[in-house]
Structures are given as structure tokens and as C-alpha cells.
């Protein structure tokens, strides 16, 4: 019988590994150990929007660490998903300052119309939700965040729509970390 | 209208740009430092000025800044902490985003007088937006000669650099955030040793919120004492709040400390009012680790004075009457809010973001979100309102970092000054679940 092929080893495309080679050099030479936190945002970006135990092992390879070095540093910060997710990962803050302005409506009201539970993907692949923790933009709450930007007071249904509108207008592809997004409304202009 | 140190430009066209800040008046503490000051004077000014940490815990800048071992030939750091997360805390995000160079030349006037030369900035992975545009203003101050090499011929060098977290609150507390800095698990360190002998990389370190490190720019062009002259007692200069919650304008404001409170709930100026025409129930006055208060409590003292937003107002009556002025996190709370809920809601998030070193602190936080959520689901008894007090007074002082506290404070305080709301929800569950009972935004989602 012919031998399986291996799934092919994830691998940095160009620009990423320039920008990890940067990012290297921030820190003293004998601690390169200090760009893992930025080089799994860039893995995220890279793979698909998560960080699969191969990515993880690439990450380790690229630094010279060992995996579990890796793998106990993505486990305890939140932002770094360990299973598959849609196309746009909704991340809505839960906290106090968001609850008292409907972060709690806002989540049913997301379930409903991606048909998605917190936690779960859609139907369609496009949205997953998730709630997280204080976003640290409470005096334009509720605030969801998607990749690198902040939706901010999503209380209407013309404001969640608005959001879900350019979300699904994006084309879907990769989208590297240090590609400049929008700012949220509260930032924009003066 | 009180004077304004850090957002005088705020809404200057362009201010995030080298060129325009440098027009009004930016990079003159670099200047002025590099050019006729020691860093031994520039750490004095800083100690006359009275500066206190903006970040929360409020300790003096300038003695922290002299606790820095010097020892020969070891390099040292500056680390700004810009993992801003306590919830109701949102003033360095808006700093950093329009005044990216406000930060940069703290930075760089800071580390002067520190003799670091290389810093970074550790800013919440949240908002790597933010960093984009750090790193860009970074750019333009090399290319304008303000880092690198030899900064304004001075023969002084500084290589500053932002690197982004990954999603901790915990990672706010400075031991924890240096651990995350060196690429590991955000798990605080024990003490001593303290970061200023043994920091970074296990060298002499200083890390400072974002609005301290600013807040050095102005201390350094007009001099500590006159940034002393702004404020009351031991409480000088200004102070960003950024005030949300049931206000009619939430936001960003720099006040000189001393406002009271009143005033900057009600006038104007400031967050112009409860919303919808209602009435106050509560705040919590420094982001969500400090005791909550009732609206009388809030404005004014046991002793029935005024209060301030001062350190020393707000702290009035020690935690039995009064609260912290804290990280300047102002979540204001109308008549309608489920304080029960509210406490649960806080609960969890410090369980959420208990980094699971300490078991007080693990299990505690645990303890204190089921007990709650029991009893804001109307299946609670009146000795579970008893069991939580018990279960924060032992995670309080038992812990390695003061997220023990920060659990615990809450939860203490709500019972403290709202125990009817408590047995309200033992004696009437059903009631206290029904819908309307807890809070509920405008109505525009149902």
C-alpha cells in the first residue's frame, strides 16, 4: 500500500517571516524568548484565525523553544484560539461597565441573528462568538472586537447591523496583524 | 475650566504626527532633560512634583524611580505598562491613539533619568491597532533624531520598542507583566525581590502606567513644584477619568485634582448627569477592585463633607464609609441597576482572571462567583450572603499580587452598603428574577 502523504507543515509566508525577524530584534540576543506573545498574534493571523498544535510546534521551531513552552503560554492568554473559528471571531465584552449599557441583550441578539450559541460558529461559517472580558473601551459600551477592531456602542440594531455589513463585505483571506484597520468611531477624527 | 497638562492638543489636527506635535511644543522635556539636566535632577523634579502612580495603586513616581539599583555595567529598563484593563479604565487607550508622542517622549525624558537605554512599551494585545500607530510615531521620532544613537548629540542612547500582550488582565500587575515580557505565563512574581533590583531579564527595572509616564513631560518643561501647585494636599496635579456607565457623557477628562465629585457627575462640563433623566444609585469610583458607594457615600463623606476626587476625599472613612480614587475608572450606576448582578458580574471577570498561582485566590474567586450567581438566580440563602463575605476576607492578604484583594474588595463592599438587595433576592426569588428586576438597556435590542 502507498504511504499517506503527511499534511503539508504550516509554514510562515514571506512577509510574516520579516516581520518576526523584526520583531527578534527588540530583545536582547539571548532572549529571544520574549517575541512569543507577538509571534502567535501573527500565527493566529496567518492560519486561519487560530493556532493548531503544528502552528504552535512552528512557532516553538522559529524561536528554538521547546513546544510545551509554547503551548502553556497560548493556553493561558485568552486571545489565542486552540480550535477552528468562522471567518470573523466576534468577541464581545461581558464586563460590568458593558452590562449595565446591554452587553447582555447584545449577545442574545447575536445568537439570534447568526444563529450561533457563545462558543459556537454559525451555520455559515461567517461568525464565531465569544465572549471575553473587559475590552477597556467602557464609556462606549457595549464593545465587540473583531481581529484588530473595536465595534463600540452596538445598542441599536442599526449599529450591529452596520457591524455585520462590513464584516461580511470583507473579502475572506489572511489578514496580517500589522495591515492597518480601521479605528473605532470614538478614535476616529477629532 | 481646569487646566489642561496632557490633552491641551488632544483635538489639534494631526497632533499624532511628529511634525505637528513637535509645533506645539513637543519634545521640549527631551530637550530641556538631555540638554541641562542631570538624570539625578530630572528624578527630582519629578519627587518635588508629588506625581502618584496613574495606574491605580497611587505610590509616589519619583520614589519609586529612587528605589532603581544602579549597580555598574548592568543595563537597566524602563518598562511602561500600558496592559490597561480594569474594568471601567479607558484613558491610556485614548492617550496613546492621539497622543502617541506625548507617550514617546515620556519615554524617553523617563529613561534619561533612570539611564535605561532600551524600553518598551507592553501594551493589552486587545488593541494592536494601538501599537500600529505607537510603532509609527516611534518611527518618526528616530527619523527625527529623538531615538537611536546619541539622541540630540547628547551622547545618550535609547532603543524603545512596544510589544503586545495576549489577553490577561493579570498581566497589569507589574511582576506578571514582566513574566509576560520575557515570553511566559502572566504568574506575578513573589517579593522581594522587587523589580527595581531584579525586573526585566533579572535586571533593575521601573514600570509606570501610561499617564504617569506622560504626565513627566509637563513635570519636566515647568518644573515639579509647579506641577505641584495644581491639585489639594498630597493629591497633585491632573488626572485623566474616564467615566462610563449611566451618564449622559461618558468619556475621557482630564480634571486638575480636587473636583468634587458633584460637580463632575453632574455639571456640565463633565459627564453632564445621570441618563434618562434618572437617579443615581452608585458608583464605583477607581475601576472595579474598589469598594462600591452608594450615592450619598459618593458625594459626600460620613462626616458630611463634600467629596473630592482626590486620593485622600475619596478615601475618607477608610473602606467602612469611603472608597479609591484607584486607576480613575468611573462607572457610575443608575436606580435601576441589579447590584447583586453587578457584584456577580465583577466576580467573574476575577475569576475569569485569577492566574491560579495562589489557592486562596483560585478557588476563592470560584467560590465567589458560584455563591453569587446562586443568589442572583433566586436560589440563594441568607447564610450564602455571610459565606461570601467570609470567603473574600480569607482570600484578602493571603495572595502573592493584590488580585486577591481586588476580588474581594468588591464583594465586601456591595454587601456593606447594599445587604438588603442581598436578602431581597433570598426572601424574594422569584420576584428578584422576574424580568425588569435586574436591569435592562433601552429596549432597542429586544
Known amino acids: 500500500m502507498e504511504p499517506t502523504t503527511a499534511p503539508a507543515k504550516p509554514q510562515f509566508s514571506p512577509a510574516a517571516q520579516a516581520e518576526i525577524k523584526r520583531l527578534i530584534a527588540h530583545y536582547p540576543e539571548d532572549r529571544s524568548k520574549s517575541a512569543l506573545l507577538p509571534i502567535l498574534h501573527i500565527a493566529q493571523a496567518e492560519f486561519g484565525g487560530w493556532v493548531s498544535p503544528e502552528v504552535q510546534d512552528l512557532v516553538a521551531e522559529t524561536l528554538g523553544l521547546r513546544p510545551i513552552e509554547v503551548y502553556e503560554v497560548s493556553t493561558f492568554y485568552t486571545m489565542f484560539n486552540l480550535k477552528p473559528v468562522g471567518k470573523h471571531v466576534l468577541e464581545i465584552c461581558r464586563t460590568g461597565p458593558c452590562m449595565l449599557r446591554g452587553s447582555d441583550e447584545l449577545t442574545q441578539h447575536l445568537e439570534r441573528i447568526t444563529g450561533a450559541k457563545v462558543g459556537e460558529t454559525s451555520p455559515d461559517g461567517n461568525f464565531t462568538l465569544k465572549e471575553v472580558e473587559c475590552l477597556a473601551a467602557c464609556g462606549f459600551a457595549p464593545v465587540v472586537q473583531v481581529r484588530e477592531k473595536y465595534y463600540e456602542n452596538l445598542d441599536t440594531n442599526e449599529a450591529v447591523d452596520g457591524m455585520l455589513n462590513e464584516l461580511r463585505s470583507l473579502v475572506h483571506r489572511p489578514i496580517l496583524p500589522w495591515e492597518e484597520t480601521g479605528l473605532p468611531n470614538s478614535l476616529k477624527n477629532n | ?446
Not at chain 2, 489639534?12 to 505637528?20: A, S
Not at chain 2, 537605554?117 to 510615531?137: D, W
Request: aromatic share 8%; net charge negative.
Open chain 2, 1 to 446: 475650566m481646569g487646566r489642561k497638562l496632557l490633552t491641551e492638543h488632544i483635538k489639534v489636527e494631526g497632533i499624532d504626527t511628529f511634525d505637528v506635535y513637535r509645533k506645539h511644543g513637543g519634545y521640549r522635556s527631551v530637550e530641556k532633560a538631555l540638554k541641562t539636566m542631570t538624570p539625578d535632577e530630572v528624578v527630582e523634579e519629578v519627587k518635588k512634583s508629588g506625581l502618584r502612580g496613574r495606574g491605580g495603586a497611587g505610590f509616589p513616581t519619583g520614589m519609586k524611580w529612587s528605589f532603581l539599583a544602579k549597580p555598574e555595567g548592568v543595563p537597566r529598563y524602563l518598562v511602561c505598562n500600558a496592559d490597561e484593563s480594569e474594568p471601567g479604565t479607558f484613558k491610556d487607550r485614548e492617550l496613546m491613539t492621539r497622543l502617541p508622542h506625548l507617550l514617546i517622549e515620556g519615554m524617553i525624558t523617563s529613561s534619561y533619568a533612570l539611564g535605561a537605554n532600551t524600553s518598551y512599551i507592553y501594551i493589552r494585545g486587545e488593541l494592536l491597532y494601538v501599537l500600529r500607530i505607537l510603532e509609527k510615531a516611534i518611527a518618526e521620532a528616530y527619523a527625527n533624531g529623538f531615538l537611536g544613537k546619541n539622541i540630540l548629540g547628547s551622547g545618550y542612547n535609547l532603543d524603545l520598542h512596544v510589544h503586545p500582550g495576549g489577553g490577561a488582565y493579570i498581566c497589569g500587575e507589574e511582576t506578571a507583566l514582566l513574566e509576560s515580557l520575557e515570553g511566559k505565563r502572566g504568574n506575578p512574581r513573589n517579593k522581594p525581590p522587587f523589580p527595581a533590583v531584579q525586573g526585566l531579564y533579572a535586571r533593575p527595572t521601573v514600570v509606570n502606567n501610561v499617564e504617569s509616564i506622560a504626565a513627566v513631560v509637563p513635570i519636566v518643561n515647568d518644573g515639579g513644584d509647579e506641577y505641584a501647585k495644581i491639585g489639594v494636599g498630597r493629591s497633585t496635579g491632573t488626572k485623566l477619568i474616564s467615566a462610563c456607565g449611566h451618564l449622559n457623557k461618558p468619556g475621557i477628562y482630564e480634571i486638575e485634582l480636587g473636583v468634587p465629585v458633584e460637580e463632575f457627575i453632574y455639571s456640565d462640563e463633565y459627564c453632564g448627569g445621570i441618563w434618562k433623566g434618572r437617579d443615581l444609585k452608585a458608583v464605583v469610583a477607581g475601576g472595579s477592585s474598589v469598594p462600591i458607594l452608594p450615592k450619598e457615600l459618593i458625594l459626600k463623606t460620613a462626616a458630611g463633607e463634600d467629596r473630592l476626587m482626590t486620593y485622600e476625599s475619596l478615601s475618607d472613612g477608610g473602606f467602612v464609609t469611603g472608597t479609591m480614587l484607584g486607576s480613575g475608572g468611573f462607572i457610575a450606576m443608575d436606580e435601576t441597576t441589579c447590584i447583586v448582578r453587578n457584584t456577580w458580574n465583577f466576580s467573574r471577570f476575577y475569576h475569569h482572571e485569577s492566574c491560579g498561582q495562589c489557592s486562596p485566590c483560585r478557588e476563592g474567586t470560584g467560590w465567589l462567583e458560584k455563591v453569587l450567581h446562586r443568589l442572583e438566580h433566586g436560589h440563594g440563602s441568607m447564610h450564602d450572603i455571610d459565606l461570601i463575605v467570609s470567603v473574600a476576607k480569607q482570600i484578602e492578604g493571603n495572595t502573592i499580587c493584590p488580585l486577591g484583594e481586588a476580588a474581594a474588595w468588591p464583594v465586601a463592599a456591595a454587601v456593606r452598603h447594599f445587604r438588603h438587595e442581598f436578602e431581597w433576592h433570598v426572601t424574594n426569588p422569584k420576584e428578584a428574577t422576574a424580568p425588569g428586576a435586574v436591569y435592562r438597556a433601552a429596549g432597542v435590542l429586544a
